[in-house]
């Protein structure tokens, strides 16, 4: 069956939520680019070489300059802990892919394994669900790869996301 599925909340089904103790959100920027590498490369279980860190160096460059959809000033969102990136959420508008509703769309939620279950995740997702209805949004997308992050389908469906069909199951992806 299909491992990637897209998922769609409204956003005033993404409540409030109590904020993690320790935990600074801030919008990230350029200067961000290597704690976020660093970040990315951790959150995904890959070695930290040089040569990992700089392909993700690379990777979240492209995120900043619009390579998977145009982000705003304040669409990526980081949460600090003691002066580390902890977390990062990175949500674009009209992201590239044909078949995914238009609007904020999430292209990527990470958070550092040694800091997973304490709230992190959720609390980015309220903060930019609290600046897209800020930019007059309605709701909140983002795919889903099962293969990746099985248990993740039980958080999103804590949140209230649910699947959306694609408009066209017959295009080649």
């Not at 769609?8 to 993690?20: F, G, H, K």
């Not at 709701?139 to 990746?148: A, E, G, I, Y």
């Amino acid at each position: 069956g299909m491992t990637k599925r897209t998922l769609q909340a409204s956003l005033n089904t993404l409540a409030d939520v109590d904020q993690p103790k320790g935990v600074q959100l801030a919008t990230l920027t350029r200067y961000d680019i290597p704690a976020l590498a660093s970040l990315h490369v951790i959150a995904y279980g890959a070695p930290s070489t040089a040569e990992n860190l700089w392909e993700s160096t690379d990777e979240m460059r492209l995120y900043f300059e619009g390579a998977f959809g145009q982000p705003r000033d304040d669409s990526f969102i980081g949460a600090w802990r003691d002066g580390s990136l902890v977390g990062a959420i990175l949500c674009v508008t009209d992201v590239v892919w044909d078949d995914a509703p238009r609007g904020p769309f999430v292209i990527d939620l990470i958070v550092d394994p040694e800091c997973r279950r304490e709230g992190i995740a959720t609390v980015l997702i309220a903060e930019l669900a609290r600046r897209c209805a800020s930019w007059g949004e309605n709701d909140l997308s983002l795919r889903l790869d099962l293969k990746s992050a099985p248990d993740a389908q039980k958080f999103y469906d804590a949140l209230g996301f649910v699947e959306v069909n694609a408009e066209s199951d017959d295009s080649a992806s």
